[in-house]
Nanobody, 124 residues
Framework: QVQLVESGGGSVEPGGSLRLSCAASVPITSIHCIAWFRQAPGKERELVANLNVRERGTYYGYSVKGRFTVSQDNAKNTLYLQMNSLEPEDTGMYYC?????????????????WGQGTQVTVSS
């Protein structure tokens, strides 16, 4: 079973940037769908971005489109989430998740493997 470890979270002022990493225990290319989710206190888990590994297509959530970018380094088995123009509303725990079959669905319940999360706080 694949294991995922997130890192790179922290505190940043509005307008700042962070890059999150998700290190997988298996080659990224062997995972069907890999996604970033986030969850703020008292709110439901929200899809940030969902990568279809085979088609190399990425779906971005409406609230982050144009500000966040997913990339991957296959040599390091690592997925990245570059977050620019951060807003206080981006604050939350960010999780990496993997799904072992297609299609790549958007519902968090369709993902079977989760990392432990990394906290992102955006405030002045």
């Amino acid at each position: 079973q694949v294991q995922l470890v997130e890192s790179g979270g922290g505190s940043v002022e509005p307008g700042g940037s962070l890059r999150l990493s998700c290190a997988a225990s298996v080659p990224i290319t062997s995972i069907h769908c890999i996604a970033w989710f986030r969850q703020a206190p008292g709110k439901e888990r929200e899809l940030v971005a969902n990568l279809n590994v085979r088609e190399r297509g990425t779906y971005y959530g409406y609230s982050v489109k144009g500000r966040f970018t997913v990339s991957q380094d296959n040599a390091k088995n690592t997925l990245y989430l570059q977050m620019n123009s951060l807003e206080p509303e981006d604050t939350g725990m960010y999780y990496c998740a993997a799904r072992d079959s297609y299609p790549c669905l958007l519902d968090p319940s369709s993902f079977s493997t989760w990392g432990q999360g990394t906290q992102v706080t955006v405030s002045s």
